[in-house]
């Protein structure tokens, strides 16, 4: 189940909690974060590709891409056993930000987003059928988890990709993470 928790960015001992969909999306579309739910319902064959994963949901991220001005879209994947797990992990949880907003639907799996804003962190678990933007310019992190298991579609409007600037906080290691 999604859930978003919204704690003080000096507090990370008392935050509100919220697991119903209306309400996640509510709190997050006040302050410009965008989520939705899909159907994360097409078939794929076990170790499907990217190329297939793609293909199987072309018409929702050919929508979106032309809706915003996407330029290119791939898929991260992630699982227990990949043999970059830890570096992974540790490059997504240093809180930096982005040139471009940073789109992403969950088509299984899960993975924690932390949003730096307006005083606040916001922690979101996305799950299956979950797309989250987070606008760029917007400091936050990524959890996938000691044990990650997720794969995700993500948008592009530059053709580099995933380009992060550090922003040099340590503010992540001070919030829950995904092994919390």
Known sequence: MSEL???????????????DFASIQRELGAVGIRFERWAANQPLPPGAGQDEILTAYHESVDRLMREKGFQSADVIKMAPDHPQKVE???????EHTHSEDEV?????????????KEGR???V?????DLIGVPDGTP??????PQ???????????KEGWVARFTGNDIATRFPDMAA
Do not use: Q
């Open 88 to 94: 992974m992990r540790n490059k997504f949880l240093s």
């Open 148 to 158: 990650p298991h997720f794969t995700a579609i993500r948008l592009f409007t530059s």
């Open 121 to 123: 962190v916001y922690a």
């Open 5 to 19: 928790k919204i704690y003080p960015d000096a507090d990370p001992a008392h935050p509100r909690s919220y697991t």
């Open 140 to 145: 936050h992190w990524f959890d996938m988890g």
């Open 125 to 129: 678990l996305c799950e299956k059928g």
């Open 104 to 116: 992403r639907f969950f088509v299984e799996g899960k993975g924690l987003f932390n949003i730096h």
